[in-house]
Every structure is written in structure tokens, then in C-alpha cells.
């Protein structure tokens, strides 16, 4: 018998909402976290909005302890002591840190844009940057911690630091299917029994200049500057981009056995894993959507499960052309073209979290399970022939939820499926 | 649940001394240095002028010719990755799906994990762009927005994306299987290496292509690692300047290259008489909750991860014949670096044979774990131990046996450690193979 992996704890800061149960309520209600971009003067981008984490600070003695905290550490750190807390592991004597691992797929922290950028100017001479100039202004105006808190790994500094974690620590930088990643090979760590506990998820922003620059000119962003609310629009016919987002969400996973004997609260069970790679090109998804069913298909296998055990499907879903039509076929692909099962993107109203994406989605599929409701695809108002599947367009549906499928796809061919189940004894 | 057991069958390193194992292990017997004046960019605004940098190197070199354009989207560190994992790929005697010849795996069954660091966009290009867009000497947001930013290529964020190494491998080779990237630090490629054999262990594939690869050959690198405080400063005597656990460590360098190495399920590698260069018998992970507390460096996960690796090797530290740790030059990281080891391995630690081999290439930072594996498995076939470089004279408060003679002796088991910056550790244990 193989060991099983349970959720005891999750934790949220999105766009609509510093913790999980605003965030669920804002997606029933079919809200937009989405508005006009505020964190940098984005007007004359070709995007001039995101789904921003508004109004957000640290609790006070998280901040104490992790003043150089970057944007998405901090978010991090919010939604990990939650999960933390749901989890009642720090009053636990079963608290072991040697036995407890963590992984992430958190992203890069954020640029000392201000600085990195004015040096590029001031050392450019003569139609060239002179780059004996570029040193010596670096060390004058750059600064250790806002150079260190951007290195990949430090989001898992943070979180071991925090709750003294010793055991395994990984972070998986997949683009936007890293945290769908790390919540499986984190599933794989307990199953073989390397820890007892991982803290798992992912954190992410990359609303700054040269994010938006970088997806801008890849022409992934939608740009329905006329009709913020209604620019993420997952399956629609005159979907045109998706909505970049940041934020956090970490759960704590916990071997089955040890979950139960010292009585935590158990909220779902993770069955299945699959990772795969399209293999195909840099830019483009394998158009037809191989990739995407062979995560969905490994998936089912290492579940044990068939396609018509799963009850809703939390699509990847960002709004881009090609990705809901390659995610459809995909589907249809797996669970054959007269599927009836409920899908919807949350990056409909959440925005597309990046590297955070797949943890948060995968939150909401632990509480349909819990609500037995589905949160709907807003803004899917005109069916699109190429997506011809239910995907619970604008309102919330009750419905039986006891198995969940979580897709997650990301730029460079990497296609991540998770399957959560209702506990069973 | 039983565990399938996993072999090494190829070896690919691009690292300064050697493209392709054999080159880059002759090099570390012939005792070469290969730190140098960087030529690579202008670094005299800089207080560090040296590094471990590949010359003349280029991607284009190890593509199939249909893939050549691509190179052009490739930062230095994807350059290295293909190049590496061409290498490995050889080596192993598999055709991939992406070479030409009759394939001899099938895409599903073949997976992809790569170390990677934080690639830094190229400033040369990046300036270009941005100075398109000032207004009286200042950078100016709304111009970039409107028209500024049209000045970089349409894929300018892939070129620099940390999954986009394995990306462009898994193209190349059509491997089509389970894929990761890990962003440890100094410890990715170990990392990347032990996650890839736990997936060919329990079925998911029988065969990845996995290790790591970073350049840091860059002003940003240069900058980063001088914030940290932990580069050389000298730079008359390149070649000796970078001395992992020597009385006279005075620093780090950086360096670039990377490894990768096919690992394979050892039943499939034997029946297709494979080449096999070592079997993967431990693999452990481990973290220091002090990681937060840079400069200061933080390898007490070490600990962790090397009595992990043992404990799943089954392995008592008198059995271990060869260490190679990460040894990064900087005297307060070596020093803790050593009592680490010396900790994890009890008696065995100040006895275990030690070779340290930044002392030739300089810091590979996420490709150094991978090439260390490489060098391990090597030591393990050829059956020597090779001298190590710029360590004649091992610091007192590090206390370890780093012979600075070549020793050609019977060696079973090697052990291979990194931590990075920030706190993770991993280590893995190298079996040597016996039909």
C-alpha cells in the first residue's frame, strides 16, 4: 500500500483576497479582481490593467522577521502561516522540522526597476553601454538585499526560516505551471516517505515594467482596455489575451496516517499526479493538444482512477486563442467529445497568477469538493465552435464534487495535471 | 512499493577545461587551471576581472542543423544546457526521438529535469531598448510603453525563462516525458538529478535527461556575487585564485558550464549493454532555516541531506570513498562547509578522501552539482582519485583530507554535496557498477 497525501492547511493572498474564504466568496459571486494597473504607470502599455493584490501588509512579526521580504515572499508568507495555522501543526507535539520539507514553484522576485533602469541610461555612450561604467554605478546604486531577494529560491528561505523547516526544499520554476508541479512532486516526497509534512504552492509577480514588457510583446495579454472587468474572458469567442495577476497560495500536505493519529482536520486527499512535456516549440502548444492529455492521462493513471470518476475540471483556461482551444481538444482527448463534465478557468475573475496560479485554482477545487459547488468561467458570454464543452459560464452551479482535476500548462511545453478526491476512510 | 534501481549511462559537461567528460576529466589530472582575465564582456569597471569562462563556445555547434536559427532565442545558460545534454545524449548510445537514426526510446519514456539559475537579460540589448525611451536623460515609462518596448524581440522573455533549458532539450530530443526545472541555487543540479531518478525509479519513465547549467559570465553575475561579498579581489594570479578549502581561500569565482547526464532504469541500460558508468544508490535533500541570514553562509542542511542520502543508500560514512562537496573558496563558507561534512560523516569526515573541483573551473553555481556528479561517476569508472587543484595546503579550520596527489585506488562509493545561498542542500551517493 502506498502511503496517501492529504491537505490539512491552505492559505491564500490573491487579487480577491488576503485569505481563502474571501477569495471562494469573491469566485461564487462571479467578481473581478482585475483593474486598472497601479503599481507602475502602465497607460500607454498595450495592457493598461492586472489583477493586482490590493492593500496588502504583512502581519506585523512576519514583517519584523523578513524585512527584506520581496513582493511575492510576502505574499507567500501570508498564505503560508494560514495554511499554517489551518493545519494546527505548530502546536503539535507530531511537529517534526527534519521530517518536514517544502515545495515551491515561486518565481523570480521583483527588479529594482527604478535603479537596474537608470544605470542602463547613464552608462549608454556613444550608441553603446559601456559596461566598465555599468560596474562601477551597480554596486553605487544597487543594493545586496533587492539583488537577493529576486534569486528563485528565496521564497523557500523565507518559508523555512519562518516555521524552521529542515527537511527536503525545492523550488520549481515551470512559468505558469509551477506550483501545479510542486504540489505533485511534493505529493511524490511523501508517498516515498522523504517527509511527513510538505508545505507546498507558489508565489508570483510579475507586474512590473518589464514583466508587462515581456508578455506584452509575446502578444499573451489581452487588450480590452474598453471593458477591464470583462477582459479575462476563458473559452469565450472574442477572448484576446489573459489578465497578468499576482499573489500566493501555499497548502500544507501531510501523510495520511500521521494527519489522522494526531487528529488534524483533513480537507481533501491528492490521488494523482502527471508531468509531461509538449516537445513541440518554444512558442506555439502542440496544437493537437497531446501534450496537455498526456499530463491529464498520467494523471488518471497514477490516480487509478478513470476519466469518468472526476466530477470538475479546474481548466489552466488563461483566455489566450490557442491555450483554450489546445486545453479543449486536450480534454476531449481524455474524457471523449460527448464529456459532460463541469470546467471552468477562475483566471476569469482571479487574473493568471503565474508560477501561483495552479496552487490557488487548486484551493478552489478543495472547496467545491467541501461546497459542493463549482465556481464559474465569467465573462464566457459567446460560445466558441472551437470550445464546445460546458465550462459553467457566468454562474456558480451546484453540483456533486468528489474528484477534481487541476490542469496547468506553461510556456515552453510543460503540461502538469493534479487529481484531489473527498477524503475516504 | 519496490523501487526500480537507476544507472548513469551518459555523461555531457561544457565547463572551462573540457567539453565532454573525458576532456574535463584528463584536464583535472593533468592539474589545469582555467581561471582567467574575463575577455567576455568589459569587466574593468569591476573589482573582480576573472572568471571560469567557456571561450569560443557556441550552441550552434551541438544542434541539428534545422535548429541552428533557434540558438538566436537562447541565452548562454540554454546554450550550455543543449550543448551538454548533446553530449550526454551521445554518450549514452541512445538515439533520441529528435536525433536522426531509428529512435531507440520512445518519447513518453523519456524525461527532462535541469538546475537552472536566474538568467539575467542581456544589457546590451536591454539598453539598446531603453534608450529609446528618455526624456531629459530619464527613462520614460509612458514612450516605452508606447513604442520603446517594440525594440526587443517579440521572445524576448523566453529567451530567459528557467524552464527554457529543459524547453529547447525536450525539443531537440523529443522527450516527452515527466519535465522539471528546479531553482536551487548552487544545489539545482544535484537537486534536478535526484528528482529525475526518483521519477525513473517509480515508473514514470525510464530514462531522463537531467542535471544543470548557469552562465554568470555577465555584469549582473559579477554584481550579484561582489554584493554578497564573496568574489576575489585579486586579480593578478587567476589561475590560483579560486582555492576551495586551502589556507588560502580568498573568495569565490564565477564560472560557467553545466552538466547533464542520462539517467536510466537499470534493467533497460543492461539490456541494451549499455555503458554504465554508476548506479544511484542515495539521494537526500535537506534545508538550513538560517538561509535568510545572507552573506553569511548557510550549509547546515547538509546535514540533513547527507544522512538522508546514506539512509537511502544503506550506507554507514566509513563506506563512502569519495567526497566531492561544493567548496566554494570563500573561507567562513568552506570552513562551515566542512564542519558540516565532518558532522553528516562523523570519524569518516576528516578522513574520507575530499576533491573539490572549482579549484580548475571556478563557481558553476547551478551547473556545478551536475558536473560534479559527472566528475564522481568518472572517478568511480577510471577508478582514481585526480589531485586536487589550488588546494596543497588544507585550512586547519577545515580539517578535511584533500590529497594533492592523483591516487589511482579501488573506489566504490562517491559522495556528491552542494548548498546554495539561501539554504537548501542536497547530496547523492554514486555506486560503482557491477553487472
Known amino acids: ?111 529594482d526597476f527604478d535603479n537596474f533602469t537608470s544605470m542602463l541610461i547613464d552608462a549608454w555612450k556613444d550608441g553603446k553601454l559601456d559596461t566598465a561604467q555599468w560596474g562601477k554605478l551597480a554596486f553605487e546604486r544597487l543594493s545586496l538585499h533587492r539583488e537577493q531577494e529576486q534569486e528563485a529560491n528565496m521564497v523557500v528561505a523565507h518559508l523555512a526560516a519562518e516555521f524552521g523547516i529542515r527537511g527536503p526544499a525545492f523550488n ?254 | ?63 541539428p542543423k534545422s535548429y541552428r536559427k533557434a540558438v538566436k532565442v537562447m541565452a548562454r545558460d540554454i546554450e550550455i544546457a543543449v550543448a551538454a545534454a548533446d553530449l550526454a545524449v551521445r554518450d549514452s548510445g541512445i538515439i533520441t526521438p529528435g ?50 518596448m517594440q525594440n526587443l524581440t517579440p521572445l524576448w522573455l523566453l529567451k530567459y525563462l528557467p524552464n527554457m533549458l529543459a524547453c529547447h532539450v525536450t525539443i531537440i530530443h523529443l522527450a516527452k516525458g515527466p519535465s522539471n526545472t528546479i531553482t536551487c541555487g548552487e544545489c539545482s543540479g544535484i537537486l534536478a538529478v535526484g528528482e529525475a531518478v526518483r521519477a525513473v525509479a517509480r515508473g514514470a519513465c525510464d530514462a531522463e535527461i537531467a542535471g544543470g547549467a548557469e552562465s554568470k559570465l555577465n555584469p549582473m553575475g559579477l554584481l550579484r556575487q561582489g554584493l554578497l561579498n564573496r568574489l576575489v579581489t585579486n586579480n593578478d594570479a587567476a589561475g590560483e585564485a579560486m582555492r576551495p578549502f586551502d589556507r588560502g581561500h580568498c573568495g569565490t569565482v564565477i564560472g560557467e558550464g553545466g552538466g547533464l547526464l542520462v539517467v536510466e532504469d537499470r534493467d533497460r541500460a543492461m539490456g541494451r549493454n549499455a555503458r554504465i558508468y554508476a548506479e544511484v544508490v542515495g ?31 544503506k550506507l554507514r560514512p566509513d563506506e563512502i570513498d569519495l567526497l566531492i562537496p561544493q567548496g566554494t573558496g570563500v573561507p567562513a563558507e568552506d570552513q562551515a562547509e566542512a564542519q558540516c561534512l565532518k558532522q553528516a560523516l562523523g570519524e569518516r569526515g576528516t578522513k574520507v578522501p575530499v576533491l573539490p573541483s572549482a579549484g580548475m573551473t571556478g563557481n558553476l553555481f547551478a551547473g556545478a552539482g551536475a558536473v560534479n556528479l559527472a566528475v564522481g561517476a568518472m572517478a568511480l569508472q577510471r577508478q582514481v582519485i585526480p589531485a586536487a587543484i589550488n588546494c596543497s595546503d588544507v585550512d586547519p579550520a577545515c580539517g578535511l583530507n584533500v590529497p594533492n596527489q592523483t591516487t589511482q585506488t579501488p573506489l566504490r562509493n562517491v559522495l556528491i554535496a552542494g548548498y546554495a545561498v539561501g539554504g537548501q542542500a542536497a547530496a547523492m551517493i554514486l555506486r560503482r557498477h557491477q553487472a
Open chain 1, 1 to 111: 500500500m502506498r502511503r496517501r497525501v492529504v491537505i490539512t492547511g491552505m492559505g491564500c493572498v490573491t487579487p480577491l483576497g488576503h485569505d481563502v474564504e474571501t477569495l471562494w466568496q469573491a469566485l461564487l459571486q462571479g467578481k473581478s479582481g482585475i483593474s486598472k494597473t497601479e503599481i507602475f504607470d502602465a497607460s500607454t502599455f498595450p495592457s493598461t490593467f492586472s489583477a493586482q493584490v490590493k492593500n496588502y501588509r504583512m502581519p506585523e512579526h512576519l514583517a519584523k522577521r523578513h524585512e527584506h521580504a520581496g513582493r511575492h515572499t510576502s505574499f507567500a508568507l501570508g498564505a503560508a502561516e494560514q495554511a499554517w495555522k489551518q493545519s494546527g501543526l505548530g502546536e503539535s507535539k507530531a511537529y517534526n522540522p527534519d521530517r518536514t520539507g517544502i515545495y515551491m514553484g515561486s518565481g523570480e522576485g521583483n527588479l
Open chain 1, 172 to 425: 520549481v520554476l515551470t512559468a505558469c505551471a509551477a506550483s501545479t508541479q510542486a504540489i505533485g512532486e511534493a505529493t511524490m516526497i511523501l508517498r516515498r516517505g522523504d517527509a511527513d509534512v510538505v508545505m507546498a504552492g507558489g508565489a508570483h509577480s510579475m507586474i512590473h515594467p518589464y514583466g508587462v514588457t515581456g508578455f506584452s510583446r509575446l502578444t499573451a495579454l489581452s487588450r480590452n482596455n474598453d471593458d477591464i472587468p470583462g477582459a479575462s474572458r476563458p473559452f469565450d469567442l472574442t477572448r484576446d489575451g489573459f489578465v497578468l495577476g499576482e499573489g500566493s497560495s501555499v497548502l500544507i500536505l501531510e501523510e495520511f496516517e500521521s494527519a489522522k493519529k494526531r487528529g488534524a482536520k483533513m480537507l481533501a486527499e491528492i490521488v494523482g499526479y502527471g508531468s509531461s512535456a509538449d516537445a513541440f516549440r518554444i512558442t506555439d502548444q502542440d496544437p493537437d493538444g497531446a501534450g496537455a492529455a498526456s499530463g491529464m492521462n498520467a494523471a488518471l493513471a497514477d490516480a487509478g482512477i478513470g476519466p469518468g470518476e472526476v466530477d470538475y475540471i479546474s481548466a489552466h483556461g488563461t483566455g489566450t486563442k490557442q491555450n483554450d482551444q489546445v486545453e479543449t481538444r486536450g480534454m476531449i482527448a481524455v474524457f471523449g467529445p460527448e464529456m459532460k463534465i463541469p470546467i471552468s478557468s477562475i483566471k476569469s475573475m482571479v487574473g493568471h497568477l503565474i508560477a501561483a496560479a495552479g496552487a490557488t485554482e487548486l484551493v478552489s477545487c478543495v472547496l467545491a469538493i467541501r461546497d459542493q459547488i463549482v465556481p464559474p468561467t465569467a465573462n464566457r458570454n459567446t460560445p466558441d465552435p472551437e470550445c464546445p464543452l460546458d465550462y459553467v459560464p457566468l454562474v456558480a452551479r451546484k453540483a456533486k464534487v468528489e474528484t477534481c482535476m487541476k490542469n496547468s500548462f506553461g510556456f515552453g511545453g510543460q503540461n502538469d495535471s493534479l487529481i484531489v478526491r473527498r477524503v475516504r476512510e
Open chain 2, 1 to 63: 512499493m519496490t523501487e526500480r534501481r537507476v544507472v548513469i549511462t551518459g555523461l555531457g559537461v561544457v565547463a572551462p577545461g573540457g567539453r565532454g567528460i573525458g576532456e574535463l576529466f584528463d584536464a583535472l589530472l593533468a592539474g589545469q587551471k582555467h581561471v582567467k582575465p574575463i575577455s567576455l564582456f568589459d569587466a574593468s569597471g569591476f573589482a573582480t576581472r576573472i572568471g571560469g569562462q567557456l571561450d569560443d563556445f557556441s550552441a550552434r555547434d551541438y544542434v
Open chain 2, 99 to 148: 536525433l536522426e537514426g531509428t529512435p531507440t526510446i520512445e518519447p513518453a519514456q523519456l524525461g527532462c529535469n535541469i538546475g537552472a539559475g536566474l538568467i539575467c537579460a542581456d544589457l546590451d540589448e536591454l539598453a539598446a531598448a531603453v534608450n529609446t525611451s528618455t526624456t531629459d536623460g530619464k527613462f520614460d515609462i509612458r514612450a516605452w510603453g508606447n513604442a520603446g
Open chain 2, 283 to 313: 539521494f537526500g535533500a535537506g534545508c538550513d532555516p538560517d538561509g535568510i541570514k545572507y552573506p553569511m553562509a548557510t550549509p547546515r542542511g547538509l546535514i540533513n541531506a547527507i544522512g538522508a542520502a546514506l539512509a537511502d543508500a
